[in-house]
């Protein structure tokens, strides 16, 4: 099973407990447009290399498609289409005006020079521009992609177009009309929805963590964990994990990962596997990093009692089952990992309005909405008598129905 495979399986298991119109589930479960380009790139040695992109446009039913670009060596069109189909959901479970989208280039962009990689992300734009804009399609970063690839984007969209609102890109930098705050989006949405639900997923006020990942997301995620009074025990890069069950101070992790490039070496912490680490005891596992880290392989030996899915899809369909059974919660990534497109949307709403916020009015929007919903999620849940992951889906699909 591919990963589009595995988002039309978990919307079919949703079906199961609330129906819906057939016409709209069809609709679904075919985007709306794909487009997939390959990007001549001139290299510094000289020679044009091609690269493969995608775009895939979901869903515009709730409105312009929305949804991040990828890049990463793994990166193909199933993979974006997964991706895309969960935006849709995503957007339509935070309750904002946007449809879905995804966009990927299949690049390692650590093996490309400052200039090749500006080269490629301009070219994107050039090979896609038709099919963007304010009102169509307005992607936002993903992984390894930065505010600074955003801006070069965005400028090669103006070139183009004229259109000099900012609006058709988010995630750019603050000074070319980013939001204050997108930064922390993700990880600060997941420790809103983390907070929404904790008393009735009866956590304490210093809850054990996990982090895989410690890029954006997964690096904001455990920071923010650790400002408030929970005690990351684990993190983990691409590599490898760090476990020191008396509490990580992240800040230090991080500064000690700048200077090394690797986590090996940690004063005071022992090395483990990225594997190993999904299978620590604690509260609360937030993997932060790519999809399908939670499968029918380990589901069984996890001991968290809650996943946070701050990644996109990183626990698949029959490991669902396994750690339902087990009783572990899944707050599920359409939910835990909003904060970035809402801010993302946000962003859209002031580069529209000329308007620029302040960190404070967007983190209390982030709050509002982003609690709301979770407890939205959290009574469907509770009336379906099912999991958080159907429940979602349900509240998506009741809002994808009322604004067909
Ligand atoms: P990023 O590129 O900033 O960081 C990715 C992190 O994952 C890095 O620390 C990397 O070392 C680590 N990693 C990569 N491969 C790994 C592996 N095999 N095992 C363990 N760790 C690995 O990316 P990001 O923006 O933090 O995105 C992480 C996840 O969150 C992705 O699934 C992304 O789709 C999702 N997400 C991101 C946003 C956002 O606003 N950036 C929003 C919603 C969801």
């Known amino acids: 099973m591919n990963q589009f495979d595995h988002a039309l399986e978990q919307l079919s298991r949703a079906t199961a407990v609330q129906s819906f119109d057939s016409a709209l589930i069809r ?46 060596a793994d990166a193909d069109i199933h993979e974006v289409r997964a991706l895309a189909f969960w935006m849709t959901l ?18 390692d962009p650590k093996e490309l020079s400052a200039g090749e990689l500006e080269r490629l992300s301009r070219g994107f734009v050039r090979m896609l521009y038709p099919v963007l804009g304010p009102k169509v399609d307005v992607p936002a970063p993903d992984v390894n992609t930065t505010p600074e690839i955003m801006s070069w984007m965005v ?6 177009t004229g259109d000099t609102t900012g609006a058709a890109f988010t995630g750019k930098p603050l000074g070319k009309g980013g939001s204050e705050g997108r930064g922390l989006a993700t990880g600060l949405g997941g420790f809103y929805v983390f907070e929404a ?21 997964g690096g904001n995620a455990a920071r923010l964990f650790q400002q ?8 983990s890069d691409s590599k490898s994990g760090i476990v020191d069950e008396q509490g990580l101070d992240i800040a230090t992790v991080e500064a000690y990962k700048q200077e090394h490039k690797t986590l090996v070496g940690f004063p005071g ?5 990225n594997a190993e680490m999904l299978e620590l005891p604690c509260d ?22 809650v996943i946070l899915e701050l990644a996109n899809g990183p626990t698949t369909p029959d490991a669902d089952d396994v750690l339902f059974a087990k009783g572990v919660v899944v707050i599920p990534d359409i939910l835990a990992n909003a904060g970035g497109v809402v801010v993302s949307s946000f962003e859209w709403e002031q580069n529209l309005l000329g308007e620029h916020w302040t960190e404070q009015v967007v983190f209390e929007k982030l709050h509002t ?22 429940a979602a889906f349900v509240v998506a699909l009741e809002r994808l129905a009322a604004a067909q």
Not at 44 to 56: I, K
Not at 90 to 107: D, E, H, L, W
Not at 204 to 217: H, L, W
Not at 269 to 273: H, K, L, M, N, P
């Open 90 to 107: 995503k957007c339509a479970v935070a309750n904002i005006p946007m449809g879905g989208g995804k966009g990927g280039i299949t690049v």
């Open 27 to 72: 609709r679904v479960s075919s985007p709306e447009r794909e487009v997939r380009v390959t990007i001549p790139v001139v290299m510094d040695d000289g020679a044009t290399r091609l690269f493969e992109g995608y775009r895939v446009q979901h869903s515009s039913i709730r409105g312009p498609y929305k949804g991040g670009i990828r890049f990463h």
């Open 228 to 235: 408030h009074g929970h005690t990351v025990i684990a993190i």
């Open 269 to 273: 912490a022992r090395s483990i596997s």
């Open 284 to 305: 609360v596992l937030i993997p932060a990093a790519l999809e399908h880290q939670i499968t029918h392989v380990n589901a069984a030996r996890i001991k968290a009692k």
């Open 155 to 160: 400028d090669e969209y103006a070139k183009l």
């Open 369 to 390: 909405l982003l609690s709301k919903e979770a407890l939205t999620v959290w009574d469907h849940s509770q009336t379906l008598h099912t999991d958080l992951r159907r």
């Open 197 to 217: 639900l904790k008393e009735k997923l009866n956590l304490s006020q210093s809850a054990r963590v996990v982090v895989q990942g410690m890029g954006n997301v």
